[in-house]
Each structure stands twice: as structure tokens, then as C-alpha cells.
């Protein structure tokens, strides 16, 4: 099994980026699908974006498509979520997951192991 820390959560006005970080320990990294998803108060947790293991294909939630980059490094074994022209609505708890199968996967259920969460918080 793996476990996953994220880190990079902040306060950032609209318009700011962030950089979110994903550090994975324990199993073979590499073999593991990797996932962002965040939840918004009093809203469901949503797909953000995944990368296969290869970091050579990824998938995004529309409503990022274009301002959210996702990227992992194999040999530090982290992944991380690249965030830029952020809004109010982006503001979530951003949680870092990962999935032993090799397919990209843009439902929270098919995610094995799960970090507590990072804040984002975007102030207009």
C-alpha cells in the first residue's frame, strides 16, 4: 500500500496560483494512478484531475481545463497539481489520491488510498 501527504495550501487572491504537492511513501510509486479532488463546504467531492503512470496522459475536470496542470516525479515520488488563474469557486479541501490500476480514473471510488487534504482558499 502507499500513503500520500499533500502540502501547498494557502490563502491566494483570484487570479494567484499555487502549487500543491503530493508526497507518496511506502509501495512502488510508479505503479500507482494518481488523482486530485477537492470539496468545497456543503458540497461534494469532486474529480479534479488524474495522471497515468507514466506522467504521459492526464485527464481534468472541465471547470479546470486550461489553469490546472497535474505532473508527478517518479524518482521523488510525489505528484503535483500546478493551479493558476484561481477563483473563489476553486476554493476546497484539495486531497491527493492513488489507484493501483493503470487506467485513469475520474470517480473518487475507484481510488484506493487517500491524504487528509490540503485548504485552498481563493479571496476575491
Known sequence: QVQVVESGGG???????????????GDFFVMYTMGWFRQAPGKEREFVATINRSGGSTTYADSVKGRFTISRDNAKNTVYLQM?????????????????????????????YWGRGTQVTVSS
Not at 476554493?91 to 484506493?112: E, K, N, P
Request: glycine content about 6%.
Open 11 to 25: 490563502l491566494v487572491l483570484t487570479g494567484g496560483s499555487l502549487r500543491l504537492s503530493c508526497a507518496a511513501s
Open 84 to 112: 493558476s488563474s484561481l477563483k473563489p469557486e476553486d476554493t476546497a479541501v484539495y486531497y491527493c489520491a492513488a489507484r493501483r490500476s493503470g487506467t485513469l480514473a475520474t470517480t473518487d471510488l475507484l481510488y484506493d
